[in-house]
């Protein structure tokens, strides 16, 4: 099966700078890498996804990039503000009629320090 | 507010009990998946009903169930409860079977002592 590891499980930025969270996946037949943040006790939040047949995509202060050769997607967060603070997901998926079960990784705690 | 309900918010119960979770998904969703997400294990999938029918399944214990309603809820059935079942249960809806966009709910913080 599909397995996802991402790295760092911690990362503390300065406000303003930018944050980089980075994850590789094993199933070479997933097409599908969404980012979730998930503040305390809450549900985790889309913030953005990518699709196998594209290499970039932007949105705002978040960007996330995708390598299907080297098998790894990251997320890119700019100006990071406090509100910015969370933990964030990123998951893998191969959407097909058997199904679309989401493979997460392990999350990001994002501390961002005013 | 993603438009996914579940109830109820939390539930604390002692073990060897059984309990119900239930799933409202998006108006016209027909794909249902539920999540555990415990602070040892992350989050993991556990089972996803389409239009009824059982589709895809994760590591779900045999002392779980699911089911997905006529009218599209959902109900996650946990028995012979143990202290490591201790979790949050999302549930998470999308447009139909292959759709990969999921909308996650609220969750329900369950609680075994």
């Known amino acids: 099966g599909e397995n996802v590891e991402q790295h760092p499980s911690t990362l503390s930025v300065q406000e303003g700078d930018s944050a980089v969270i980075k994850c590789t996946y094993s199933d070479s037949a997933s097409n599908y890498f969404p980012w979730y943040k998930q503040e305390l006790g809450k549900r985790p939040q889309l913030i953005i996804d990518i699709r196998s047949n594209v290499g970039e995509k932007k949105d705002q202060r978040i960007a996330v990039t995708l390598n299907k050769t080297a098998k790894h997607f990251s997320l890119h967060i700019t100006e990071t503000q406090p509100e910015d603070s969370a933990v964030y997901f990123c998951a893998a998926s191969r959407a097909n009629n058997a199904g679309n079960m989401l493979t997460f990784g392990g999350g990001t705690r994002l501390m961002v320090k005013p | 507010d993603s438009g996914v309900t579940q109830t109820p918010k939390h539930l604390i119960t002692a073990t060897g009990q059984r309990v119900t979770l239930r799933c409202s998904p998006r108006?016209?969703?027909?794909?249902v998946y539920w999540y555990q997400q415990s602070l040892d294990q992350g989050l993991q999938f556990l089972i996803q009903?389409?239009?009824?029918?059982?589709?895809a399944k994760g590591n779900i214990l045999e002392r779980f169930s699911a089911q997905q309603f006529p009218d599209l809820h959902s109900e996650l059935n946990l028995s012979s409860l143990e202290l490591g079942d201790s979790a949050l249960y999302f549930c998470a809806s999308s447009v139909d079977l292959q759709a990969d966009t999921q909308y996650f709910g609220p969750g329900t913080r369950l609680t075994v002592l």
């Open positions: 009903y389409y239009n009824g029918e059982e589709r």
């Open positions: 108006s016209g969703d027909l794909s």
